[in-house]
């Protein structure tokens, strides 16, 4: 989450509107510290600051995973079609 690339990919998703759907999984660690040695935010609070809508779930828990997957999925399919002008 303390990577630059993470948060340029952010920017340009939400500039571009692009039809993206991040995974995002916060095992505690960030390279070789625990998270909260190394940011101050959460990745939520991250994707709230680019306005990313965005979901927290156990990903120990498969179905729940999938379940806000297709949830996700409508909005990606109507930033694809504005992106593309279909």
Do not use: Y
Not at 7 to 33: I, S, T
Not at 66 to 79: G, N
Request: proline letters at 5%.
């Amino acid at each position: 989450m303390a990577e630059g690339l993470l948060h340029e990919c952010l920017n340009l998703a939400k500039l571009w509107d692009l039809p993206v759907l991040f995974l995002c999984e916060n095992n505690g660690w960030g390279e070789f510290l625990p998270t909260e040695h190394q940011i101050v935010f959460t990745l939520e609070k991250l994707a709230a600051a680019f306005g990313i809508p965005h979901r927290t779930v156990d990903g120990n828990d498969v179905a729940a995973v999938a379940k806000a997957a297709s949830r996700s999925w409508p909005a990606c399919e109507r930033a694809a079609r504005r992106s593309w002008n279909v």
